[in-house]
């Protein structure tokens, strides 16, 4: 059984900066990309940033320059530095990681969320 755990969320002004971590517990497993997806209220779950076991990274555009993503593989663990935050980043935040083990897919597995709120 895999879970993983988010911290870091929180209230903001905007034009601040906040800090996401998620970290991946169990055994018997192995991860292909981790990151980050939000949703806002009465909206849908939307990719914020992605990071694969070899580096590569993707972000939403509104989050570009802003927003940065890392992780420890070592420790199974992803970061999320959000600068620059705008009310509009005010979302619960959901730490995602992509399971598989030797030719097994699981799919992803899914944080609890944790609750970003930017005041303007």
């Known amino acids: 059984q895999v879970q993983l755990v988010e911290s870091g969320g929180g209230l903001v002004q905007a034009g601040g900066s906040l800090r996401l971590s998620c970290a991946a517990s169990?055994?018997?497993?192995?991860?292909?990309?981790m990151g980050w997806y939000r949703q806002a209220p009465g909206k849908q779950r939307d990719l914020v940033a992605s990071i694969t076991s070899g580096g590569s990274t993707n972000y939403e555009d509104s989050v570009m320059g802003r927003f940065t993503i890392s992780r420890d593989n070592t420790k199974n663990t992803v970061d999320l530095q959000m600068s620059s935050l705008k009310p509009e980043d005010t979302a619960v935040y959901y730490c995602?990681?992509?399971?598989?083990?030797?030719?097994?897919?699981?799919?992803?597995?899914w944080g609890q969320g944790t609750q970003v709120t930017v005041s303007s």
């Open positions: 169990g055994s018997g497993f192995s991860i292909n990309a």
């Open positions: 995602y990681a992509d399971l598989y083990s030797g030719s097994y897919y699981y799919g992803y597995e």
